[in-house]
């Protein structure tokens, strides 16, 4: 089953072409996001703005790409798969309106995606494999399982026994991982988004550091006995640092490191601590804040060292970032189409009403 999937809930404008919600055939992405380094953050009216002049042309670059067609290759397109929510309703409307028109121009299905869960799809996507006849499915995740969505709107952790069986056990009760990442970055006057530039600052630090230990901020609610994460307080540790400190423009790097740690720390202890409760067998991380190095490797050394007999999934950084492939493959594995007329987008769904 090939299909097109459409993403446009926040900055990024989306679309890609996935064949049986494993094989990638083409992801193509298109960001606003210079615009927003000028502005240090998103806005949304821009946002959407950017899209509605983006979603046609990268549309046809995914069907172009990945079908190999001009005709935008719908004969070859079974169904198409749309984020509705959550996200920003100019973004989303239009990536809901086009994904609309399409379906009723081309008499195809329409499948709305949740874009929270469809984070946690990017980790059944492989670009580089064919998908053998009856092939195994060793290599894919194995439920029950817990997965981490960890982006700029939301810290979600989730227990799934089977596909569509989802059960959040824990979530942040103020800012998200990511929201940390942009606004601490914000603090120190570096670029949005703020994670990847911290990271970067930070990796520059870790290659020099000479002291052991990372503990200038707090790690919020990591003995807590929940799985809740709480992040706020993180970042007022930052802005109170940043201005009592003279010169903090020469501790940048230090000063990063010490804000990667902090949040890497508290997602790594209390998702492994979640683990050991449920005994799941796979563990699953997913959205943008997977993409940095740091929780990466934190996470392979936490399930190596505590011998936990997880196995342990992280997509690859490009998929763990906003995507369209993620959506077609969640569409795939969670096939409800609806009709058109029905479909609409709804910037406050969350992981478990979708
Ligand atoms: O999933 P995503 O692309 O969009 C949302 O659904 O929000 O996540 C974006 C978030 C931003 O907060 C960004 O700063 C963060 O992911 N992010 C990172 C890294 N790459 C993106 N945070 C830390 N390290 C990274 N390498
Ligand atoms: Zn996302």
Not at 5 to 19: H, L, P, R, Y
Not at 178 to 196: M, Q
Not at 259 to 281: N, S
Not at 314 to 336: G, H, M, R, W, Y
């Given at each position: ?44 009216e821009q946002a959407a703005r950017q899209q ?303």
């Amino acid at each position: 089953m090939i299909i097109l999937g459409i993403e446009t809930s926040c900055d990024e404008t989306g679309a890609s072409v996935v064949k049986d919600g494993k094989r990638v055939l083409s992801n193509v992405v298109a960001s606003s996001q210079e615009m927003h380094i000028k502005t240090g953050g998103i806005i949304p009216e821009q946002a959407a703005r950017q899209q509605i002049k983006s979603i046609l042309p990268v549309i046809n670059q995914a069907i172009a790409d990945g079908l190999r067609s001009t005709d935008y290759g719908k004969t070859k397109i079974d169904a198409i798969a749309v984020t509705v929510g959550p996200g920003l309703i100019g973004s989303l409307l239009v990536g809901v309106e086009t994904a609309k028109t399409l379906s009723y121009l081309w008499k195809k299905p329409i499948i709305p995606v949740n874009h929270l869960v469809a984070h946690i799809y990017a980790n059944w996507l492989d670009e580089k494999i064919t998908l053998r006849a009856g092939g195994s499915t060793s290599r894919w995740p194995k439920f029950p399982l817990i997965a981490l969505v960890v982006s700029g709107g939301h810290t979600d952790m989730v227990y799934m026994k089977g596909r569509g069986e989802i059960k959040l056990i824990g979530t942040t009760r103020d800012d998200a991982a990511g929201e940390c990442f942009d606004k601490c970055a914000r603090i120190l006057g570096l670029p949005y988004p703020g994670g990847p530039a911290i990271a970067q600052k930070a990796t520059e630090y870790l290659k020099l550091k000479t002291k052991n230990k990372l503990q200038m901020f707090p790690r919020p609610m990591i003995e807590s006995d929940d799985f809740d994460f709480s992040f706020s307080g993180l970042k007022t540790a930052v802005l109170r640092t940043a201005q009592k400190t003279k010169n903090i423009q020469h501790r940048i790097p230090e000063v990063a490191a010490e804000i990667q740690e902090a949040i890497v720390d508290v997602l790594v202890e209390k998702t492994l601590r979640a683990v050991r409760r449920y005994k799941p067998k796979s563990l699953l991380l997913g959205g943008g804040v997977s993409a940095n190095d740091r929780l990466r490797e934190k996470f392979e050394l936490g399930i190596m060292n505590y011998e936990l007999g997880v196995k342990l999934f992280i997509p690859q950084p490009k998929l763990c970032t906003d995507n369209a492939a993620v959506i077609a493959s969640c569409a795939f594995f969670n096939n409800k189409p609806a009709p058109w007329q029905k479909v609409s987008a709804n910037p406050e769904v969350t992981i478990t009403n979708s």
